[in-house]
């Protein structure tokens, strides 16, 4: 008598669309992954692995479009999401000399407390990795809790990092410093306009950058205050014509 029957130790492989075998190829490689099957014809068929995890890919249906970035994807979840993205930063500069925050691959930006980030490979699939313990809920559009310039911070940072929005991100920032910067206090003033900064240059958003860093140069910040701004952004690099750190 064989001992046959459902057991909770299933392993399910991500099935993603493929556009260019070619760079799909030259991607994950660069990122660390094995390429444990290749096959072009007579039809197309990648397998990686990576650490715990497989990600598949087969010819994408006509009429994929890889830049709208609809083609498909997965998620990854983890205990924790920084060592990952420490990870994959660290290969993308060995293999393209620099992060790749813009066009297509890339890879999200990710600060201290967050609980996500994705990947977006050269096909337009997004593998998103999530930690276990990330809040259930999101409050879309800023925390109820939240008012003025805070909420229209925290909706940002919703469409940033969960929702992969960086032009709603820009939208909601620039209308939240427009209605509430006023009464705002200094060092959320200071966030936002470092946040516009960050997505001006991932958005070639560009020509407002200079008005803004004036702003937030004129600013009155406590020394905790600059920090906490400068780690507010992916790069801080970005804000050193504007927030230069403060010498030891």
């Keep these: 008598m064989t001992d046959e029957q459902v057991r909770s130790n299933e392993t399910v492989v991500p099935m993603l669309h493929c556009v260019s075998p070619e760079e799909t190829l030259a991607f994950w490689s660069a990122l660390g992954f094995t390429v444990t099957y290749e096959q072009t014809k007579p039809y197309l068929y990648l397998a990686f692995r990576w650490s715990g995890f497989d990600l598949n890919y087969n010819g994408a249906p006509d009429g994929v479009d890889p830049s709208a970035e609809r083609t498909g994807g997965c998620v990854v979840m983890v205990d924790a999401v ?142 905790e205050e600059r920090e906490q701004v400068r780690l507010d952004v992916a790069d801080p690099a970005v804000l050193a014509p504007w927030l230069p750190k403060a010498e030891a």
């Design 82 to 223: 920084a060592p990952y993205h420490a990870t994959f930063s660290e290969a993308m500069r060995r293999a393209y000399g620099r992060v790749l925050v813009k066009g297509q691959p890339r890879m999200t930006r990710y600060r201290p407390g967050t609980s996500r980030f994705t990947v977006i490979d050269p096909s337009g699939n997004s593998i998103t990795f999530i930690q276990r313990d990330e809040p259930a809920e999101l409050e879309y559009g800023g925390s109820k809790r939240l008012h003025g310039l805070a909420r229209a911070l925290d909706n940002a940072r919703i469409l940033r990092e969960f929702k992969n929005d960086d032009r709603a991100a820009f939208r909601a920032l620039t209308l939240g410093l427009s209605r509430h910067g006023e009464a705002a206090p200094a060092v959320e003033r200071a966030q936002v306009l470092a946040a516009l900064i960050e997505l001006a240059d991932l958005l070639a958003e560009r020509q407002r950058v200079p008005e803004w860093g004036a702003r937030l140069r004129a600013l009155p910040l406590t020394a």
